[in-house]
């Protein structure tokens, strides 16, 4: 991925600041808990709602296990249908591709279409090296480049801001852009919808290149597929004369059928709605009517690597429905920016450690930050096991083992930071393999009992901090069993 | 029948009442219970936190000592959980990674006979009255682990709505997690203790005295959060609610 966000501390000294912040816990638990319940209810109108999942689950995991085949069909029949398609090992490359494309169009701008894809490897700033705009056009998108922010969620970047925030931004940024706010703009919705749309609108008229991810890709047909809810990604894709399409590898469908799964699971999943307002699909190039050059760079960065992983792979399942964030109890108090990558939330604490590797300090932290409560493996569309796959690289954390990078397996070290853990773990599992030893530690602890401390030392403090011990019995209970027996031999 | 007590490392540790109250109720409802003095834990904490080497001899060392039993019941939804769920992947890891299938061959007897509480009283006994007596107003959290690892349901709401002179107050936001997560707590505790304290304060909102659930471990978080912010609140597991009659009230 981009080292757009490298440098990060690890997660829970991102997600302090975070929990301390009043503003952004509440506009975090508000719009998390409106999302929630929408979804809940958009669920459970549909009857064959675990069928659905399952068939998700399944056509993905086929899909992943013939990826190779998939993918060459795939660029059979985009190239059969007018379409160019560049193939990209990771983020440098795929943006030395985009670049060049925009170049060969002479533009000095591009429209873009909000997408996870070129987020992750970090597209806008490549272009920008390069003396290249480009106008993100999601509304909430476009509030987050406007702030000179980060994104903070998948499906609505901008959920850390509220409207106040939101009408400052505009008031401030949009005259630097292009057209600007007005004068006396209030914070209601509706005012606020209509500055951005009149701003964006001289964007798209005037665009020739634009820019777009895809939600999913049809292996058979070579068509690309986008969803979203405010028509500024349909103007992107119909306008320019050059569109070019950023998609990981692992977005492909085998058949159109296999869309109608996803067409009902997507959006109930993301925004609660039965259906996606606007659903554009798009084939190769088309006479006097669309773009008439279509480029379509087919993304790796990691993903081929994270295939080579049995218990990871189900990650690649992902169709970045967001579902997983909004139930999240951990999302919600840390917030998206904790997460230092593209990917927050339980996704992004399995996709970025896989994707990356967890060499960098967040990454290795990323697999812990979760009480593995198991709420986004019950809301996933595609029934991730996510709790599963955190502590499968949890694992990889503590002891190292067989990777694959870069398309070679390599043996991982463990990580830094773990040996007291370890030696503590060994201790404790000595401890439990001799019953005895056991209960002699028992005894001794409610023997000085009294003496106990309320706080604890070294890692401890962290809980005696906010919370307070349970005091110590003064029996363990297999003194007592051995003693009465069960109560039967007298008690009390 | 005989049935063996796993009461889980924390509760022997920590909770002993919560132990002697599963003997006693079980003991009321006519079951021979044994406490094979081998048990020490199942493993949990080293597989959660990654340590799934560390966890397989202790998961063979639980086997050993309750392989013989007819029925295992536990007080606590996520050590049950890690029987039911997790010793079954251990076993497929193990087969993935090439070493065979003794370890799934070792574990399997003890996954289907181990029960959390609640679930063995009503699955296996058949009751949900148990003839308790607990007069106190009392809210009910379903823990992660026992609400989606082992699927409780109603199960212990309905042991609950029929103890006499017991009020049952509705959780808000009950199925949200309480933030312990076992080495979570340690490991992220800022966000731990915020989810803890949201816990504690919806809690509280419900005006019922006593907040109950079948995890100790969970209660351990919660109420010393509910200590730290003097609500005047008290933790209990169910196990002694349920053990709670007329002839001997718990306090
Ligand atoms: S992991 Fe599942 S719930 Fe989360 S964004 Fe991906 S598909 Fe949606």
Redesign the pocket.
Known sequence: MSGTYLGMPAFPEAAREAVGNATLRGNLRHATHTIRAKRAKAVSEVSDWAELREAGKRIKDHTLRHLDRYLVQLEESVTAAGGVVHWAADADEANEIVTRLVKMTGEPEAVKVKSMATQEIGLNEALEAEGIRAYETDLAELIVQLGKDRPSH?LVPAIHRNRGEIRDIFTREMSEWGRPAPEGLTDTPAELAETARLHLREKFLRARVGISGANFMVAETGTLVVVESEGNGRMCLTLPETLISVVGIEKIVPTWQDLEVFLQTLPR?STAERMNPYTSTWTGTTDEDGPQNFHLVLLDNGRTDTLADEVGRQAL?????????NVCPVYERAGGHAYGSVYP???GAILSPQLRGTGSEIDASLPYASSLCGA?YE????A?D?PEVLVHLRERVVQGGEVTRAGNKVVLRPAKGHAAERAAMRAARWAFLHPGALRTGQRAASRTRRFHPRTLPGPGRAWSGTRELPPVPAEPFRDWWQRTRGGKDGDR | MRVALFLTCVNDTLYPDTGRAVVKLLTRLGVDVDFPSGQTCCGQAHYNTGYRHEAEPLARHFSDVFGAYEAIVTPSGSCGAMVRELYPRMGERARAEGRGDTLAATLAPVVPKTYELTEFLVDVLGVTDVGAYYPHKVTYHPTCHGLRGLGLGERPRRLLQAVKGLELAELPGADECCGFGGTFALKNPDVSAAMGADKVRNAESTGAEVLCAADNSCLMHIGGTMARLRTGMRPVHIAEILASTEEEPAV
Do not use: E, F, T, Y
């Not at chain 1, 809301?379 to 595609?382: F, K, T």
């Open positions: 998948i999943s399942r992902c169709i970045r429905c967001s579902a997983c964030l939330g339980p996704i986004c809301v996933c569309p595609v991730i996510i």
